[in-house]
């Protein structure tokens, strides 16, 4: 993975191309990031893909991660590896709550990653992110009928409780 200043660098030639989409940068336990602007992830994504020197042509894993909390609430993580280097950099993309009948919603890369198709259903399924312009957003994991968001932090835990009455009147 490239280090804090390689990092700097790769946002340097980013940036040329498309000004102000990298918001930041981060460095933490030796993972790089890029944190960009989320209406601008196809255009950095692309760049990290085909620019020459940077060769990110793998998409090894696209997760979100719920930091409520805090807003923005959702982080959508893009894992890219240049295999050639044996490489990995991470992109993420920083999404707003827009409210209990909005989803929050980014641009679809399976376009640029084929491999997103099915990392793209299950981060809608179990966080209700939109990815506009998928080929098939649908829940992939849970019932068509479902409703809800399993994976977000403020998502009920528990269930239905279970009454044991089988042998009550033995401990009543």
Known sequence: ???????ELIRGEIERDHPDSV?????????????????QVLAVLGRLRDAPGHAYRFLSSLHVA?????????GVHYELINRDRVERLRVKAMLADPGD??????????????TAEAQEREAFDFFGITFTGHPNLTRILMPDDYVGWPQRRDFPVGGEPVTFTYNEHNYG
């Open 66 to 74: 719920d930091y409520l909390p805090a807003e923005p609430r959702f």
């Open 23 to 39: 918001l930041a940068t981060s460095f933490d336990r030796g993972q790089a990031a890029l944190i960009v602007d989320p209406t």
């Open 1 to 7: 993975m490239p280090d804090a200043p390689g990092l």
């Open 101 to 114: 009948d909005v989803l929050p919603a980014i641009d679809s890369c399976v376009g640029l990653f084929p």
